[in-house]
């Protein structure tokens, strides 16, 4: 057997089992306020993990009870580059009545452990760890080349503000790296070439617009030419999930479309402007959500989410505001998206409602040839020779984006197995019922310790 997949090696077993399941099981709920998430918990598990292997650990803190934890071991070459592992510690809320298990037990049954963050990403940050502490006792005191550091944080869930950008504004000294890997990528689609597993090399821009309309109040028992506010921001939100971006072909999207066609006409129409709707069909009929992934690499895109509106439901709104999630495709300006936003709404609604975009962040992507994308590569053939990687981009935004910005090379990725489809990952993602198979786990455990030796080998 790969030892790689042996599930009963006693670090699989008597150590990242137990952390992992003690990270799902600490419950770093992230609901978007500011109190919430009580990373600490996870942070006081990771510093006695570290300190017990005689890894010592600095915590950050731009929020009490919201701690980021950095290890950092130095290494012996100061013109080498140096490797961060970054991962996560909070998670988005889970509705036990929703679950056929309770989301924080971290139960382990049908060989997988299920829970809230299963995949999303307490998954990574486990293995992150551990592997980790495996590769410096494997380097021994001649150590590596760079520095190795691993980082987890806090309000990954939000918007960073108390974890990685706070961070990055403020002990860049500390975070700083060359070459780093996170999340989100690993997971496998079935294709006629056989099983393809992606590498995320970047994030579209994200940017959160509001809309807001007034309107005139009166009795909602006649509304009959009534200025209703909630009216504005309905059509406005129907008209912005309609509108048809414009197609854009970038050179990572032309690989995920060669990975999704089945022939070489859902290849050329994947490709081209006038044939992109019946190709997303096709693929959409095999592979939903493979489909969502080329869509939202191919253009940018409108979700409108939140409606906010009136006072009590007999009177007419007089005020409404409406929340869009958009997401941009690289070289979108600010000035050019609400350029664009304000055709899709045409000029009387235009006139009726304000647009403000009130967060942003451009998109951003590393390069695909670097010597830590050839060590990833080598070690995925290794797990799955039958199987090939591929480029992607991703229309979520992950902590990788603050680092990019500052120029570290990063990607998302992990070993996982082949049971880890695209489909499957999409629906568990933020999903009911989110777990993962004991192989992807020991896989990526293998994957996180044996990194670093390939990379500075």
Known sequence: MDPRRDLERPIFREVFLPLYRQLIQNACVNTGDADSGHEDRSIEVLRGFFEARGLPCQVFHARPGRGNLLVRVKGTDPSAKSLMFMGHLDVVPASAADWSVDPFAAEVKENQVWGRGAID????????????AEAVLAAGPKGFAGDLAFLA????????????????????????????????????????????????????????????????????????????????VSEAALRLARWKFPFRGSRVYRSMARTAARTWLERCALNLKPGQRWGLSRVFARNQGLARFLHTASRTTA???????????????????????????????????????????????????????????????????????????????????????????????????????????????????????????????????????????????????????????
Request: hydrophobic share 45%.
């Open 121 to 132: 990403m307490l998954c990574w940050t486990a293995a992150q760890a551990v592997g980790f």
């Open 303 to 457: 979700s409108p989410n939140v409606v906010r509106s009136g006072q009590k439901v007999n009177i007419v709104a007089d005020r409404a505001e409406l929340l869009v999630d958009v997401r941009c495709v690289p070289g979108t300006t600010k000035q050019a998206l609400l350029s664009e936003l304000r055709r899709a709404l045409g000029r009387r609604l235009c006139s009726e409602v304000v647009l403000e975009i009130t967060d942003w962040f451009p998109a951003n992507q590393s390069d695909a040839r670097t010597p830590l994308k050839v060590a990833i590569e080598s070690l995925f053939l290794e797990a799955h020779p039958d199987s090939q990687l591929a480029d992607m981009v991703i229309g979520g935004v992950t902590d990788g984006r603050f680092w990019r910005e500052k120029g570290t090379t990063v990607y998302g990725f992990s070993l996982f197995s082949q049971q880890l489809t695209m489909d499957a990952f999409a629906a568990r993602i933020h999903g009911i019922d989110e777990r993962l198979d004991l192989e992807s786990l020991s896989l990526g455990l293998a994957f996180f310790s044996e990194l670093p030796l390939r990379f500075w080998r």
């Open 153 to 232: 944080l806090a309000d990954e869930e939000a918007s960073g503000r108390w974890g990685a950008q706070h961070l990055v504004a403020h002990h860049w000294e500390s975070v700083k790296a060359d070459f780093m890997v996170t999340e989100l990528g690993g997971f496998f689609v079935p294709t006629v070439r056989g099983p393809v597993a992606f590498c995320n090399l970047g994030e579209k821009g994200v940017a959160w617009v509001k809309l807001s309309a007034r309107g005139t109040p009166g009795h909602g028992s006649t509304p009959y030419r009534s200025d209703n506010a909630v009216l504005k």
